[in-house]
């Protein structure tokens, strides 16, 4: 067969050459903006996260998105492989909470694992997805005059 269109390319006086496959673009990175849906002893939360990933260090911040007088909280954590970590701050009724992370990054579009909360010894689950479009950031861009 690639005779034949050779010998028909060389005929018409163009080059041939067979065609590479076509393959997606996937993204190793997590930076960008995710919707992380916990669930903790059956009481569900959704927040926004903005990853910004140099390396294996994972930065950004978090907001939660039931409780629009939360503030953005700052998140640290780190990417493993496949394997990532991440911890932020939080405010239950005036007591400081650390929540913290880890998770499996389980499809390009999917990060699913187990969350805990402290100081409160309670965990469960979680799953983060690319936020939706229109999605607020975590952290607004500061307004430029």
């Given amino acids: 067969m690639f005779r034949i269109l050779a ?82 701050g939080a405010d239950y009724q005036g007591q400081p909470l650390t929540i913290r992370y880890t998770g499996t990054r389980t499809a390009q579009t999917t990060i699913s694992g187990t969350v805990d909360v402290a100081p409160f010894d309670v965990s469960g689950t979680f799953t983060a997805t690319p936020a939706p479009n229109g999605a607020p950031p975590a952290k607004p861009e500061p307004t430029r005059r």
């Fill in 7 to 88: 010998l028909v390319s060389t005929l018409q006086g163009a080059p041939v050459t067979p065609a590479a496959p076509v393959m997606p673009v996937v993204s190793d990175t997590l930076s960008g903006a995710w919707q992380v849906t916990l669930d903790v002893m059956g009481n569900g939360s959704t927040s926004i996260c903005t990853f910004v990933q140099e390396g294996e260090k994972l930065s950004g911040s978090c907001k939660n998105q039931e409780n629009p007088a939360a503030k953005a909280e700052d998140l640290t954590g780190e990417v493993k492989g496949d394997t990532i970590r991440f911890t932020h």
